[in-house]
C-alpha cells in the first residue's frame, strides 16, 4: 500500500516534467527572498543587542628600530596565541590615515603633529571573554618586555548598539515576516495548481470504487516532494551565498545556524504537503 502511494506520487511528478521544473523554480524564488529577509533580520537582531562582554583588543606599540620581517613575525605569533581571533600589523601611514578619520571634525588637534612620526603598531582583536585573562596573563608581561616594543595597550571592544539600526529592527522584521507570508502563498498557489487535475479523471477513479484518500494522499506526498526540493535549494543558494560573497562584505554577517536550516526545509516541505493535498481534496470535491 505505502509503496503503491509513493509511486503514484512520483509518476504524478513525473507525468509533466517541464511544470514541475518551473513549480520548483518558482518556489525556490520564493522561498530564497524569504531566507535571505529572514537571515537580514536575524543579522539586524545580533548587531543590536547588547554588547559581547570581555570582548576587546589589544594594541602593541612597536620602536622604531623594528624591522618589518620581525614584526611580520611578531604578528604571525600573536595570530595563533588562544583566545586572538585576529592580528593586523598597521603602518605608520594607515595609523595617521585612521587617526584622522577617528577624530573627523576635530582632525584640527592634530595641527602641529607630526603623523609621520607615529609608531607601528599591531593590532590584535580578542575573543569575547579573554580580555581580563590576556591582561593578567604572563604573555602580555613578557610581550611589554620584548625587545622592540614599546607599549602593549588592552582595551574594552564593546561598544553599545547603533540608536538608529536598533530603531530599524522591529520594521525590517515586520518586512521579513511579510516576505515570509508572501512566499509561503506563493509556494501554496504553484504547487496546488501544478496539481490541480481534471473532473474526467476522478470520475473515472470513482466509477472503479476508489476512495478520496487514492487521489489526495499521493497528491499531497507529490507536493511534499516539490516543497523539499524548493526549501533545500533555497537554502543551499542562501548558505553558497553567504559563505562566498560573505568576506567582502564590509558588516560581519552571520551564517544560518543548522538547526534554522533544518526547519526552514522542513517548513517548505510541509508547504508543499498542504498545497498538494489541497489539490487532491478540489479535484475530489468536483
Known sequence: MIASTLRRALRLIAERKRAAAWTVLAALCALTVAAIALVVANNVEGWTTAPKVGGGSMVVYLGEGVSADSARGLVAQLAR????????????ELAAKRLEQALGA??????GVDLASLPATVEVTLAPGVRDVISMSPMLRALRSSPGVEDVIVEDGGEPPSGALASM????WIGAALLAGLALVVVLAAIRVRFERDRQEHAVLHLLGASPA??????ALAGAVLGLSASLG?????????DYFGDELSIHVTMPALGAIAMFVAAGAGLGLVAGGLAGVARVAR
Open 81 to 92: 596565541q588562544p583566545g586572538v581571533e585576529a592580528a593586523e600589523l598597521v603602518a605608520p
Open 106 to 111: 576635530d582632525a584640527a588637534l592634530l595641527d
Open 169 to 172: 529592527r522591529m520594521p525590517i
Open 214 to 219: 487514492f487521489s489526495v494522499v499521493p497528491t
Open 234 to 242: 533555497a537554502a543551499l543558494l542562501v548558505w553558497f551565498g553567504l
